[in-house]
């Protein structure tokens, strides 16, 4: 099994859609999660932590679940400027590494 | 706002040479990580460095790599012998603690 599995899409959302995405991971001893933004040939960005309770940043909204060892990632009213790969990241613990799920690819069209 | 370094933003090389790609991390940070991504797919570790050692690395990481942090800014890292499956994007970025990594723009390394 994949240490982070996504769906590679892609999406092809109208302007305006509320689109999700999901991802789990394998490893049931990871402690942080994130949710990261990368445009073609450009470094990935930090779009959002991920907690377990859930959290809100604008019109984007991550939840965890522990048990099911799920994540996920949604995008109210999006906008031209959305479309990019969303990558699934896990922190494995010891020092640092980050795992990378291999992305999903949204395109917002007019 | 800070950020990460690097040089060149685009390297060609031919098989068999040794390349040499550069970083400088945000000052005050303590880790040091170098990753790749091979075209199409997903970004992967290779390396990361604290306390002016490896303190992990990723089987991709043989012993055609090394890194190095020779004066105290720059963050090195060095592929001995380049083949054609080197050809990637690769990464540096740097973090004070577990959060808060900043990657910079990364290098495109294309080996002829």
């Known amino acids: 099994r994949k240490e982070v599995e996504q769906d590679p899409g892609p999406f092809n959302v109208p302007e305006g859609a509320t689109v999700a995405f999901n991802c789990t991971y394998s490893?049931?001893?990871?402690?942080?999660f994130f949710w990261y933004r990368q445009d073609c040939r450009k470094e990935p960005k930090l779009l959002m932590s991920?907690?377990?309770s859930g959290n809100e940043d604008g019109r984007f909204t991550a939840q965890l679940n522990r048990a099911s060892q799920y994540i996920s990632l949604l995008i109210r009213d999006s906008k031209l400027s959305d479309s990019a790969t969303y990558l699934c990241?896990?922190?494995?613990?010891?020092?640092?590494?980050?795992?990378f799920g291999a992305g999903t690819r949204l395109a917002v069209h007019p | 706002e800070p950020e990460v370094t690097q040089t060149p933003s685009h390297q060609v090389t031919q098989m068999g040479q040794e390349v040499i790609l550069r970083c400088v991390p945000i000052?005050?940070?303590?880790?040091f990580y170098w990753y790749r991504q091979i075209l199409g797919q997903k970004v992967e570790f290779l390396v990361s460095?604290?306390?002016?050692?490896?303190?992990?690395k990723s089987e991709i990481f043989d012993d055609q790599f090394s890194v190095e942090r020779p004066d105290g800014s720059n963050f090195t890292l060095k592929i001995r012998s380049t083949k054609l499956e080197d050809s990637a994007m690769y990464f540096c970025?740097?973090?004070?603690?577990?959060?808060?990594?900043?990657f910079g723009s990364g290098t495109r390394l294309t080996v002829v």
């Open positions: 970025a740097s973090s004070f603690s577990t959060d808060g990594y900043t």
């Open positions: 490893n049931s001893a990871s402690q942080s």
């Open positions: 991920v907690y377990s």
């Open positions: 990241v896990v922190f494995s613990g010891g020092y640092n590494k980050l795992i």
């Open positions: 000052s005050n940070h303590l880790y």
């Open positions: 460095f604290y306390n002016n050692e490896i303190s992990e």
